[in-house]
């Protein structure tokens, strides 16, 4: 059997709030030598652009970094600009990149973002996401999180959370911002960029890279157990919940759930992820949707372990767990025992 | 976004998908390989694989490719003079038979020797077949895979052309007694043989590649038929059943339109299909389009190409140094160490590299991976000029460049 997810170039989103360092981070990235063959795309190249000597640039705003990376502006819609990417790549007009990193702006919702990969037909054949990342500046993090709806989201469907300057608000700020963000997205891990470094083998590599199942590749692509439980504050509009299903169940249940669920709530899905075992697949199915559009099931080869139970992560505004879990009973007759 | 990288830098990138390199071997310095790879799995458990060069001085170099990470050149042996190359082998067992073609009609060694490969240290001389004559460069292509008849691409003694480019044609050699071959069966196209009946056939208004087979195909699945590319004369399928006496069952001239150099037809048995490919013969892409078809042959008598084989656009790498365009196929030859597949296809494209093709539906056949090194060292054309390529049984893609890059051992992850 072909393995889909090998041969894909995995993207990563390293969105943010407004000053929260995404370029200080990518500039970071690209200084790896093993990051040495990355597209970069960036909305503008303002001041705080990307710090490589450029060695070769071309009229239209792509050009190469002298340590072989390439950093491309975006222009017109990110559908177009990764289509281009994938052509000029195959024909040799540009570097043979091995990884996508994407930069939005302080401002940008990830969601439009994350959905580009997951309809348009030809990019879903050459690309995964790979990681979301979300920087937050410990400095000015809590005001904006009461104050604006993007960072929120922004911190919601992070598949990792990233606090800087950390070192400038000190430790009290910094661990309110931290437990805030917890509340937001308990299934993110968080590390704090430490004097602006950041461990970077933290943000790659989060995504499933191939459909072995190794159970710890799973582990990190599901992101932290919620074991946080009732200990420590949920916020009120954001919900994160896991659900479990012991038993089997067909693909029509969850396929009709998550349907009913997208076509009422879509906006209001943020994220699902997870592992669904259905009946008669010998390995499980990965899912992932956001909002109301949802990536093509890939099944794995095997399960990673011997816990063959259907796990879902579901991050919603304002859709409580009981509401998910009484659907799938519902609709798709089975039944939540976690 | 316009291009940011010169033809040069392009070329000497190297660019992959889906494929990624194991290792790299530059054979000793002779790294120009011709059309001739097959994989032996000799009696000590060693893979080795067998190579014809594609010009003198070398003649073959069998490298022991049983660790795929650090291959290992096992034997070179020489040719004897520099009017003559080898170009194309093929294995069964312990035998391998090796084509001699002459650069001048009338020279010699002009046919194909036998070779006793048991240890693969020492290849010892079985038999020669003479193919020299007055008219005759000797044999240009062999297909041995049964061990009992070796399908060969030769000039003869006894055999003048009508017209000069036309100085080969298909034997069949029953080599059952390895030290005494003996031809059993020939078939020329129609005209090309003074004396036919027939009027000779017309040249190529622009490229004349001439009427003579390329790659001839017999495989146990069809021991009555031979798949033969005969250059300008398009696909040709015989009916050799009674092999005294081949017959033309089909032909499809395709050139022009197109042209010309018809260079291999593989029957993707169970569905069908034929891949038919040329042989881009000029730089620059001056001979483009040179393609690989999909054809349906559920007609045998009525050939019908339904697409091409998907390639990046000419303009990317017709400049980027020699030749750019389709050339061979792994050709799921039987044997222990041979990948067999009726939907996948790898092929080569000289600058292009070696790239495979998922053709489960025949309309619209897609890219599934290439690998396209950067130029090697000291490149006559400034880019990589891949020329053949071996599948084996695991998956693993061997691929050999035209000049000095030798060769390129490739994992797919398709």
């Known amino acids: 059997m072909a393995d889909v997810l090998a041969g894909r170039f995995p993207v990563s989103i390293i969105t943010g709030f407004l000053g929260s360092g995404k370029t200080t981070l990518i500039n970071k990235l690209l200084k790896r030598p093993d990051m040495n063959r990355v597209a970069v795309i960036v909305n503008e190249l303002g001041e705080q652009a990307i710090d490589n000597d450029l060695v070769e640039v071309s009229s239209e705003q792509m050009m190469l970094l002298n340590n072989g990376c390439l950093c491309c502006v975006l222009r017109g819609d990110l559908q177009e600009t990764l289509r281009d990417l994938f052509v000029k790549r195959r024909n040799g007009d540009i570097i043979d990149f091995d990884r996508v990193i994407i930069e939005t702006t302080g401002l940008a919702d990830p969601a439009p973002v994350m959905q580009t990969l997951m309809t348009d037909d030809m990019l879903q054949a050459h690309y995964r996401m790979d990681c979301v990342v979300t920087l937050a500046d410990a400095v000015n993090g809590l005001e904006q999180l009461e104050t604006m709806q993007e960072p929120v989201k922004q911190a919601a469907l992070a598949d990792r959370i990233v606090i800087t300057k950390s070192d400038i608000a000190g430790e009290e700020t910094t661990a309110k911002l931290e437990a805030r963000l917890r509340s937001l997205n308990p299934q993110a891990p968080i590390k704090r960029a430490v004097n602006g470094e950041i461990d970077l083998a933290f943000l790659i590599d989060v995504g499933l890279r191939d459909m072995k199942g190794k159970l710890e590749d799973i582990e990190r692509w599901m992101g932290e157990p919620d074991e946080h439980g009732e200990h420590h504050r949920h916020d009120a509009t954001v919900k994160s919940f896991c659900l479990r299903f012991d038993e089997p169940m067909t693909w029509a249940a969850f396929s009709q759930t998550m349907e009913v669920l997208g076509a009422l709530r879509g906006s209001d899905m943020l994220r699902v992820k997870g592992l669904v075992n259905v009946a008669e697949h010998k390995g499980p199915m990965v899912v992932q949707g956001v909002q109301h559009l949802f990536h093509p099931p890939v099944e794995l080869a095997a399960w990673p372990s011997a816990d063959h139970s259907t796990r879902i992560v579901f991050i919603t505004r304002k859709i409580p767990r009981e509401t998910v879990a009484n659907l799938f009973a519902a609709i798709g007759a089975v039944t939540a025992t976690a | ?414």
């Open chain 2, 1 to 414: 976004m316009k291009p940011t990288m010169s033809p040069q830098s392009q070329a000497a990138q190297t660019i992959s998908r889906n494929m990624k390199l194991v290792s790299h071997n530059e054979l000793a310095g002779f790294g120009g390989i011709g059309e001739g790879i097959n994989m032996q799995v000799a009696k000590d458990g060693r893979r080795i694989l067998w190579l014809a060069h594609e010009s003198a001085p070398k003649n073959f170099t069998g490298v022991d490719v049983t660790d795929p990470k650090n291959p290992k050149v096992v034997v070179q042996t020489d040719l004897p003079h520099e009017g003559v190359r080898s170009n194309s082998l093929d294995v069964v067992g312990d035998i391998m038979a090796v084509a001699y073609q002459t650069k001048k009609v009338g020279d010699k060694p002009a046919g194909m020797d036998l070779f006793d490969i048991s240890t693969p240290e020492k290849p010892k001389l079985i038999s020669h077949f003479d193919a020299s004559g007055p008219h005759s460069r000797g044999a240009h292509c062999v297909w041995f895979v049964d061990g009992e008849y070796v399908h060969l691409t030769s000039g003869s003694g006894d055999f003048e052309p009508t017209h000069p480019n036309d100085f080969q044609f298909y034997r069949i050699i029953d080599v059952r007694n390895p030290s005494k071959p003996k031809e059993v069966g020939r078939w020329h196209y129609p005209g090309t043989h003074k004396g036919d009946k027939e009027a000779p056939p017309p040249r190529h208004p622009r490229f004349d590649g001439g009427y003579r087979p390329h790659n001839i195909n017999v495989y146990p699945e069809r021991p009555d038929r031979a798949y033969m590319a005969y250059l300008d004369g398009g696909a040709v399928i015989l009916d050799i059943s009674d092999k005294a006496n081949p017959k033309m069952v089909t032909n499809w001239k395709y050139s022009p339109p197109f042209n010309g150099f018809c260079h291999t037809v593989m029957p993707l048995f169970g569905r069908d299909l034929l891949i038919v490919t040329d042989e881009c013969t000029k730089d620059d892409g001056i001979d483009w389009p040179k393609l690989g078809f999909v054809v349906n042959a559920s007609v045998e008598t009525n050939l019908v190409p339904v697409s091409t084989l998907p390639l990046p656009p000419v303009e990317s790498f017709a400049k980027r140094g020699g030749r750019y365009g389709a050339h061979n196929l792994h050709e799921n030859l039987p044997g222990p160490a041979s990948f067999r597949s009726n939907t996948l296809v790898v092929g080569t494209f000289f600058n292009g590299g070696v790239r495979a093709f998922d053709t489960s539906n025949p309309y619209q056949p897609q890219e599934v991976g290439y690998f396209v090194p950067g130029a090697p060292k000291l490149s006559p054309k400034g880019a990589v000029q891949i020329n053949d390529v071996w599948v084996d049984e695991k998956g693993l893609v061997y691929a050999v460049d035209r000049f000095g890059g030798g060769l390129y051992v490739i994992e797919m992850t398709v």
